[in-house]
């Protein structure tokens, strides 16, 4: 617990206490977390001198911050247009198959987090889904369980 | 003699594997030790817009450029063309004849192209701020700092220059706004949140060619009065926020921005703000009051942000591609950019030609090409030759415009005129297998979810055209729908606060306006023309065009399709999901739909 609050601290600290960089260090909590803990939107609040509520509101407000723990290897399939006409909506009922997960979902072991995504900005890829940070063009439901098995595999070294 | 090994890495040749191609080229490079004939380096570009045939890399000065590239390639690409100056055949592009093309001005997905914004991006490593000074870089910051304020903007005036995010406002009566004000501190911010679905060539330019972005940027604080300044860049751009990053850094250490601007005295400190992922931070007071650290609500203007804007101080926001434009407006006078687009629209336009076009990508060509032009010229036509049916311009603001107004000209003007817009430069090809009513209901559910939440006529008004589309689209459409979207959709245009909700009716008013019949089966006969609706779409195999090739039944994901080789093929209807793989993957036309009541 006290590792958590260090970390917290740690990341609070590489800003100036001033307002405007308020979305910024809830980016960096997000990043190190892969959530906004409590305690650190509570540290946040004090160190800025800001009400709690303020912040609550642009944790739910920005799309990049959540409030709940998210899994170990985040999906994100892009639904910009480019790859929606070219049937990113089949891939999410593919992963749904595959994980039982809906978007915006976590698999009951942690694993993974499903996130459906405004553009990506990889449209001549269509349809894209990145997972962590690596990007995969042209996917398919044939390619999917394929991709989806390395992170598996991964997570069982 | 020496070569030099540019590889494309963009975020799309990343995906293709484009770092093991340059780790591969500078390993053999070092292997074969100094006793070659030919040196060479390797640089790492940004992205060359033809992402769809990536890896890229291009060798100089031969000027040879290969496509899909694998690190298995690369020995070869050594020992014949670096060696010999000899093209290595099979990784040529192939142009629509068959014929092998050798270099990238003779592709016709480049040639018609005419670069400005995107003139160093391929040729320089963004990483290195010499490769920038090289080309030529900075030049016109030097040239700024020579100029008083008004010649300046006399000269963005002269160019014609208008805003590149969307709205085409003239760049030049911004800053001559922010300009007069006597109000100091002054800002100056660049919108890099881009995100019109469908478009990415402010990503490109914040990836491929940072400096200039950060000289645009200069030029504009010079110009106003400003000592610090703001770039605002998408969270999901990871490259593009690190390569901003690094290039103010590196132009700092240069002594070319911070303390003392080029030895003259003058300061100028500029900060990336990575964006939340709310598409309404495109809009700009939302943009400022993300930056300043809140929700990123719009807010009414006036005071527009030249006389209030970030901390309640003069700014002036810039879209990238606009910044991109500025060095060389300064550079070669504003008349000679003048000198290239329409009337009202001069210069060039980034476009992404995505969707169902053969070749897609990053596309720079002057204002006032016709969409025929870039479709089927450049784009090379639709996929599998299947009939165009619409493309959509301008992101969710925009609208789909139909085949009979292919020879429209693309500039802010024309296309505004047909209820369409030219936007941030998005144009998404469709075909006879995209449903007109979806592609309206995609967009208005992109934009309800994006929808702030702050006037009521944006909040509800969305959400019951949503709520109206998708009854459409899963067969419960009922007869009036179409004129109470009609009417709602007039009524958002007419009394939202800002753009997004003003504009978002668009997509809708358009399909209504040009595909009326599209919505009418749905209603009424409870079909989906193109076969994308899933609850009003069955699918089914014509057994005389079968060739029993298996390629659905492996397509399938649920298993639905029987039949063995060189046999025809069956669905069986209680196990389909009618998600049109099968139809995809079918390369003899087998697979048929048809409407199906909806229950």
Redesign the interface.
Known sequence: MQAEMDQILEILHRYPP???????I??DLQHHFNYIPREGMEALAEYLGCPLS?LY??AT?????SLKPKGRHIIKLC????C????SV?LA??IT?LLGIGAGETTEDGLFSLEL??????????P?MVVD?????KV???KLPEILAQYREGAAE | MTRTILVCCG??C???GSLEVADEFRRLIEARGADARVECQVKRTGCNG???NGPIVKILPDDIIYYKVRRRDVQEIMDKTVAEGQAVERLLYRDDGGRPVLHQHENPFYAPQHKIALRNIGAIDPTRVEDYLEAGGYQALRMALEMTPAEIIEQVKRSGLRGRGGAGFPTWRKWQAAAEQENFPKYVACNGD???????MD?SVLEGDPHTVLEGLAICALAIGAEEGFLYIR????LAVRNITAAIADAERHGILGENVLGSGRRLKLSV???????VCGEETALIA???????EPRPRPPFPAERGLFGQPTVLNNVETLANIPVILKDGGDAFAAVGTEGSKGTKVF?L???VKR??LVEIPMGATLRHLIFDIGGGIQNDRPFKAV?TG?PSGGCIPAHMLDLPVDFDTLKSHGAMMGSG?M?V?DDR?CMVE?AR??IN?LAE?S?GKCTPCREGLRKMLEILTDICEGRGQEGDIELLEELGHTLQDSCLCALGKTAPNPVLTTIQYFREEYEAHIREHRCPAGVCVKLTSFRIDGARCRGCTACA??C?TGAISGGVKQPHVIDPAKC?S???CR?ACRFDAVETEGREAV
């Open positions: 001033e307002k405007r960089h308020s979305l910024a809830l980016q303020s509101s642009m407000f920005y799309r990049a911050l639904d910009g247009t480019a929606h006409i070219r049937g089949n009922g593919g198959r995504v405004n553009c990506l900005g990889s449209c001549a890829l269509a894209v940070e690596t990007y995969y063009g398919t439901l044939e | 975020t799309g990343l995906a293709n033809f992402c769809e881009e995100g019109d679905p469908g478009a990415f990503r969270d999901e751009y990871g703000v990575r964006g939340g992922g709310a598409f993300s930056i300043e650290g809140s929700c990123g992404a995505v969707g169902k897609t990508g959509q992101g998005g998404i469709m995209s592609v995609y967009y992109f994006e702030c492996r397509a994901p999901i998600c049109g793989s995809e």
